[in-house]
């Protein structure tokens, strides 16, 4: 083993199957990813630069093949000392290819080198009269290069340094690697041993036919004039390689004195440094988004919608698994190592109040128990918030709601199964829609009563009419009108808004109206509740994942976090039935998983 500078290696290359070099201790992975962002892309192979330093503390630049949406976070590149911690000599790692091919190459030229000498002494004269048979082989089938050409016939670009993008596959040993000038040597070597074979006596060959046009494929049939007949060969003008020759010994010495002066064999690369991290081994942190926004707040509540119990819906009661389905732990599982803390969890009314009892009857014990396993898992395995809303807009058994008690009555009931989990939020009723501001702020008034009358005091969320959205908040919804109004004894409610960024507002399309409709649209509510003091919501937004949606997105969030009074958001949606719908970020494959996910939501956890 032997030790090099740190500060003297020009660049490591590590690779994510591979481990290090130790001396001191074990090896280690030689890439380490850290962080959430791993379990999507994990860099198999970085590449460090030195850009200079001392002692230990070097700047290294550090690069790999991402995603364009994704950049590396920290990079740290930590070496074992070679004699303690903190020394600045590390181990080199000891390449045996290298060591083999110098002792090789060395003996290829210390034997070119004994023929040259032992050619001076035997004398030009004397082996040039030594007499040696024909061969019988055709003008242009001489020694060295095989052709008439020369030794080198060709251009040779140089292959030292292989430019990116860089193999992923670990290399077994990193050392030499055949190139021009060794192929040089080896070739003199098989030149001299065919020669050396060529000088030894030995019989003439007969040849079984003359010589003809029609036996021209056979190059090793002798002409007639030189069947059976021996040749004095002297070296001149003509000599085509068949026999050797001081010159051939005196070039090929030459040319191995010209390699070494020059150091053409420098294709032979030095020994790579395979540095064994510290116990922390070569750690990069994950590839993370660039930051998107200053002076921001983060959510309280930052969360995702998982539909699915909501599915089905012409279809009632229906069956679980066929026309409905409950969230998946394995997705809450996903989100929440992400960093995720709220899930928005949609029901359908008439699965947990059938018809034939009406709303102030008894709840479906089936379809609640499925309730109260993803509230569970939710909140006491996964110590996350979960917001529970009846995905109805406003609408039961085919008919608006209007009688403000029945309503009431079934908000106690369902209040009062969840009231002792701090983590339940209660969303009075998703997107309602065609009733008039005022009777649809009524209903959300006498529910919030009701959930208060049970002892809850959990969080209430209240959504207005015109399916809730922003961007008609203070306009023709009349929502800004009259749920400024809103009165909580606890004072623990919050608006509830929607936003799309499509033409419509309908999150259909997945073409955004511009790269800035996001931050314009929530504009004037966020004005509205700053005026009323109250607290906003986000939830649910979605769009396209293309470039001007995922701009307008970042821009909303980043307009959002900046207000002071947006509490949180959800982003619509996830839940694994989507398929390939378009606002997707159920894991593993949900299409806006791949772009919208990593640039415009993941930065604002």
């Known amino acids: 083993m032997s030790r090099v500078e740190l500060a003297k290696i020009p660049s490591l290359t590590f690779y994510k199957d591979a481990v290090t070099a130790a001396r001191r201790t074990s090896p280690w992975p030689q890439v380490t990813c850290v962080g959430n962002a791993c379990k999507l892309y994990q860099p198999e192979v970085v590449r460090c630069v030195n850009l ?15 995603p364009e949406s994704l950049r590396f976070g920290k990079v740290e590149v930590n070496c074992e000392g070679w004699s303690r911690p903190g ?19 060395l003996g290829i030229l210390a034997f070119i080198i004994y023929r040259f000498i032992a050619s001076f002494w035997a004398g030009n004269g004397e082996r040039g009269l030594t007499p040696r048979p024909n061969t019988g082989r055709p003008p242009g089938y001489g020694g060295g290069g095989g052709s008439n050409h020369g030794w080198f016939p060709g251009d040779h670009p140089d292959y030292a340094a292989p430019p990116p993008p860089y193999s992923k596959d670990p290399p077994t040993q990193e050392g030499w690697r055949p190139g021009f000038w060794t192929g040089a040597m080896v ?3 098989a030149n001299q041993l065919w020669n050396r074979r060529n000088d030894q006596p030995r019989e003439p060959v007969q040849p079984a ?3 003809g046009w029609e036996r021209a494929r056979n190059p090793f049939s002798a002409p007639p004039d030189r069947q059976a007949t021996f040749q004095r060969r002297y070296f001149d003008e003509g000599d085509r390689g068949e026999g050797s020759s001081n010159l051939e010994m005196k070039s090929l010495v030459a040319l191995a004195i010209v390699a070494f002066a020059t150091r053409a064999f420098a294709l032979v690369p030095t020994p790579v440094v395979k540095a064994r991290c510290e116990e922390t081994s070569t750690t990069t942190s994950a590839p993370t988004p660039t930051s998107v926004c200053e002076n921001a707040t983060k959510f309280k509540f930052f969360g995702v919608n998982q539909a699915g119990a909501e599915f089905g819906n012409n279809v009632i009661p229906g069956s679980l698994g066929t026309h409905y389905i409950w969230p998946a732990p394995s997705s809450i599982d996903f989100f929440v190592n992400e960093g995720f803390n709220t899930f928005r969890v949609p029901f359908q009314l008439e699965r947990l109040s059938p018809p034939e009892t009406g709303l102030t009857g008894p709840f479906n014990e089936a379809y609640l128990n499925g309730l109260k396993q993803s509230v569970d898992y939710v909140t006491k395995t996964k110590d996350a918030y979960i917001v529970i809303e009846p995905h109805n807009f406003m609408i039961y058994n085919g008919s608006f709601i209007t009688d403000k008690d029945a309503f009431a009555k079934w908000w106690f009931n369902l209040a009062t199964e969840f009231k002792d989990n701090d983590k339940v939020i209660f969303d009075i009723m998703n997107e309602p829609h065609t009733l008039e501001a005022k009777v649809v702020f009524e209903l959300n008034q006498a529910a919030l009563n009701a959930i208060r009358e049970t002892g809850a005091t959990q969080l209430i969320l209240v959504e207005g009419t015109a399916w809730t959205g922003a961007w008609t908040w203070t306009g023709y ?9 809103i009165s909580d004894p606890l004072n623990n409610t919050a608006i509830e ?7 419509d507002g309908s999150g259909t399309s997945t073409v955004c109206v511009s790269n800035t409709i996001g931050a314009e649209r929530i504009a004037e509510a ?9 607290k906003g919501f986000l939830g649910e937004m979605g769009a396209g994942s293309n470039p001007d949606c995922i701009e307008a997105v970042r821009g909303a969030l980043c307009h959002l976090q900046q207000s002071g009074v947006w509490i949180g958001f959800a982003w619509w949606s996830a839940g694994p039935w989507w398929g390939n719908y378009f606002q997707s970020i159920e894991p593993p494959n949900g299409p806006a998983l791949a772009e919208m996910y990593p640039q415009a939501i993941k930065p604002f956890i």
């Open 187 to 189: 070739g003199g070597l």
């Open 87 to 105: 020394d600045n000599y590390v181990l080199k790692a000891e390449d045996w290819w290298s060591t083999i091919f110098w002792v090789v190459w």
């Open 477 to 485: 919804s009349g929502n800004g009108l009259v749920f400024g109004d």
């Open 52 to 66: 200079g330093g001392s002692g230990t503390d070097i700047d290294w630049k550090c690069e790999a093949d991402l």
């Open 497 to 503: 808004m929607h936003q799309y960024l499509d033409s």
């Open 209 to 211: 036919q003359p010589w």
């Open 526 to 534: 966020t004005k509205w509740l700053k005026e009323r003091n109250l």
